[in-house]
């Protein structure tokens, strides 16, 4: 089993940056892929992003695609999602989630969820 931890929500403007925090516990941390995904008002749960459990493939939305930096750090249990030039559609809470699939954008085959973050980006 593995717990997750979401942090470094917060308000911005339009073209700022944040570095969210994914920390998870467990020592099969390691063994699983890692993804981002973001769920706004009224609107239907969307992926972000993922990576592979050993760090060493990534893969993005088209939407954060050039944006958007997904990395892990397995020493220290942690994934990241460097969030650069916000638009006020990037407004969502950001979930990030665990997954014994690989490099799945599905998230019914994600089996442990953090609790969410806020990111709210202002025009």
């Known amino acids: 089993q593995v717990q997750l931890v979401e942090s470094g929500g917060g308000l911005v403007q339009a073209g700022d940056s944040l570095r969210l925090s994914c920390a998870g516990s467990?020592?099969?941390?390691?063994?699983?892929?890692i993804g981002w995904f973001r769920q706004a008002p009224g609107k239907e749960r969307e992926f972000v992003a993922v990576?592979?459990?050993?760090?060493?493939?990534?893969y993005y939305a088209d939407s954060v695609k050039g944006r958007f930096t997904i990395s892990r750090d397995n020493a220290k249990n942690t994934v990241y999602l460097q969030m650069n030039s916000l638009k006020p559609e990037d407004t969502a809470v950001y979930y990030c989630?665990?997954?014994?699939?690989?490099?799945?954008?599905?998230?019914?085959?994600?089996?442990?969820w953090g609790q969410g973050t806020q990111v709210t980006v202002s025009s």
């Open positions: 990576i592979r459990r050993s760090g060493s493939s990534t």
């Open positions: 989630a665990a997954t014994d699939r690989r490099m799945t954008t599905i998230g019914q085959e994600y089996d442990y």
């Open positions: 467990g020592r099969a941390y390691r063994a699983y892929d």
